[in-house]
């Protein structure tokens, strides 16, 4: 038998999870630089570093954004990767496609590139993995003959992303569908042609389960809420106490604010108390549902450790009503990146510069009012600063 050019990732074909080392040698039987790509992926196995160069500039005209650029630094052993160029495709809102959608995308790719993509990146874009620079303009123009356009990279916009929300999902509070397709309309420019500092990520979420992750993984963070009373259906709760479910261990005493009472035949919720944690709804989905009054909560400042620290974002607007077209929305969003792209160093994130320059200058110069929701607990120190204005008042 041949010996195997490929003996550390072929180990890799083992085991019961889905490999990628079946898959791209599959791709290989008629991609050359699937082939390439695997042997140079052997040789990052045997010598334990990357062997891409660094960086790589290029991408489609009238764009700014959207192409990854990448060339090998075995380009002598591995030519047909010389160059491996990824395309970030925007995605549907919820990445729902029909066959035929993800039909002609491969039909693309496979007439401009390796065959490998990546469904998908952690932003959401459906990703295009490996083409020659002269193919990305001629692949650009079919993608978009097909009904794509490409998501962001770099200082700009990037692609937004929502949970499946109302397409699948009963406590979806918001059509976080709509909302994330109507902004990336809205933007596509902020999209396209980088303008800003650094990037900016807009994930939307229609419920506090924050299945995207909006809360870690994006710069203006977009959740389902709702105000108002817990919807009870008693019949059900019935049914759940006739099941295995242990109402008072298991639901009652694990509310975070302890504001549900169960007397083994009666659950009540003292809602003013309740922070919409959705623990109950989530146990309890046939019997509880979230309120009648929609809308979401808006946080900011996400971002991964780089260079700061990682931040969670927080809550700028309590509750925020969303309906088309979303206008007051959009203008919150105009009105912090305007005051961002001002301020921001270069390469700060958002949340870094409201770490620099305080809460009390980004609420003032975005108009928006310093309200308890906004804090976890007051501050410790007593190192307050006044507005010039705030103090002549006090004087009379
Ligand atoms: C080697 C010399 C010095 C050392 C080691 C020193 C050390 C310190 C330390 C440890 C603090 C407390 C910082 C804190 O945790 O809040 C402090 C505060 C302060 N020092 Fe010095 N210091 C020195 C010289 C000076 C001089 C020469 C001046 C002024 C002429 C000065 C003015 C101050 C002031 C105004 C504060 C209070 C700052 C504040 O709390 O807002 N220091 N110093
Ligand atoms: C007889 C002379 C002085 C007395 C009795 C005195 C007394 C005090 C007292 C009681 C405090 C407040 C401490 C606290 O907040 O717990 C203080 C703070 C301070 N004093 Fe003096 N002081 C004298 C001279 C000076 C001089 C000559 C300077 C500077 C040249 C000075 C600079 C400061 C500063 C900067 C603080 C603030 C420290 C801080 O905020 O942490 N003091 N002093
Ligand atoms: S975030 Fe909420 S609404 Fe969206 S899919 Fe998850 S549970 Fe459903
Ligand atoms: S949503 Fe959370 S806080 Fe509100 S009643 Fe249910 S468990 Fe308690």
Not at 176 to 188: A, I, P, R, W
Not at 194 to 209: G, Q
Not at 231 to 239: C, G, K, R
Request: hydrophobic share 35%; aromatic share 8%; proline share 6%.
């Amino acid at each position: 038998m041949a010996k195997s050019k490929t003996p550390l990732l072929d180990e890799l074909e083992k085991g019961k999870w889905p490999s990628f080392v079946k898959d791209i040698k599959q791709a290989a039987q008629k991609s050359p630089m699937a082939e390439d790509l695997l042997q140079q992926l052997e040789l990052s196995y045997k010598d334990k570093i990357g062997h891409w160069k660094h960086g790589g500039i290029v991408g489609v005209k009238g764009y700014g954004s959207g192409v990854i650029g990448r060339y090998s630094d075995r380009p002598d052993l591995f030519p047909n990767v010389q160059a491996f160029h990824t395309l970030r495709v925007n995605h549907p809102t919820g990445w729902f496609y029909k066959t035929d959608a993800l039909r002609k995308l491969c039909d693309v790719w496979d007439k401009h590139g390796s065959g490998l993509t990546n469904m998908h990146g952690s932003t959401g874009d459906a990703i295009l993995l490996g083409t020659k620079t002269e193919h990305l303009q001629p692949c650009f123009d079919d993608l978009s003959a097909a009904g794509f356009d490409l998501g962001g990279s770099g200082s700009a916009l990037r692609t937004p992303s929502a949970c499946v929300g109302p397409g699948r999902c009963e406590w979806a509070c918001i059509d976080s569908l709509d909302v994330c397709y109507n902004l990336t309309m809205e933007f596509q420019d902020k999209i396209h042609r980088p303008m800003f500092p650094y990037k900016f990520k807009i994930k939307v979420s229609a419920c506090p389960n924050d299945c995207v992750a909006s809360i870690a993984r994006s710069d203006f963070s977009i959740i389902g809420t709702w105000k108002g009373k817990i919807l009870i259906n008693p019949a059900e709760v019935t049914i759940y106490a006739g099941s295995d479910l242990d109402i008072q261990k298991e639901v009652c005493d694990l509310c975070p604010t302890k504001c549900m009472e169960w007397d083994g035949k009666t659950l009540k919720i003292h809602d003013g108390d309740c922070n919409r944690c959705m623990h109950c709804i989530n146990l309890m989905p046939k019997a509880l549902r979230p309120g009648k009054e929609k809308g979401a909560t808006i946080l900011v400042g996400g971002k991964a450790p780089i260079v700061q620290g990682a931040l969670l974002s927080w809550v700028v607007v309590p509750f925020m009503k969303l309906e088309p077209p979303y206008a007051e929305l959009k203008d919150l969003i105009e009105r912090i990146q305007d005051w961002w792209d001002e301020n921001g160093k270069s390469r700060e994130r958002l949340g870094e510069l409201i770490k620099r320059v305080g809460m009390r200058v980004f609420l003032k110069a975005v108009g928006l009012p310093a309200v308890p929701q906004m804090v976890k607990a007051p501050r410790s120190n007593p190192y307050v600063f006044f507005w010039p204005e705030e103090i002549q008042k006090e004087v009379k």
